[in-house]
């Protein structure tokens, strides 16, 4: 299970810019399913990917799925070098989604969020009634306090 508090406060502190989709996005507007992960889409700027490495270093990111042994080198040019991630970090499971197969980039999702506030941190979600609502929140859902802003 994802400590969303946390995480979102790292990712606001950094100045990040990320729009949350799936499972997180569709809680937001009342959903009771449960999300095991924080899945945002995210600007790919050189300056949004060095707010990311710091955003998301203190807990320890590495590849979901891969090896504990495996060596993984959290920084810009790994960011650089890939476009979507699946984290598996000390807050739980984080998805990094630089674009959207089906969707669009970071712009696009960009153009259709809102702004909600998620553990009184205001934050980007992709917009209820977006075309691009039923791709972008396809995941598990979880319960958790919401509020717009």
Not at 142 to 148: A, D
Request: some cysteine; glycine content about 6%; overall charge negative.
């Amino acid at each position: 299970m994802i400590e969303l508090e946390p995480a979102l406060k790292s990712l606001s502190e950094n100045n990040v810019d990320f729009v949350i989709v799936s499972g997180v996005a569709i809680t937001a507007y009342g959903s009771a399913y449960v999300t095991q992960d924080l899945d945002f889409c995210y600007s790919r700027s050189s300056k949004n990917l060095t707010r990311i490495t710091a955003a998301l270093a203190p807990y320890k990111p590495r590849l979901r799925g891969f090896p504990e042994d495996l060596p993984f080198f959290w920084d810009e040019r790994t960011l650089l070098n890939g476009t979507n991630f699946t984290l598996i970090t000390t807050l739980g499971h984080i998805d990094l989604l630089g674009e959207i197969p089906g969707v669009g980039d970071f712009e696009y999702v960009n153009s259709r969020a809102v702004e909600m506030q998620i553990c009184n941190i205001p934050v980007r979600i992709i917009a209820l009634g977006s075309n691009c609502r039923e791709t972008c929140c396809r995941e598990n859902q979880r319960s958790t306090r919401f509020s717009r802003a």
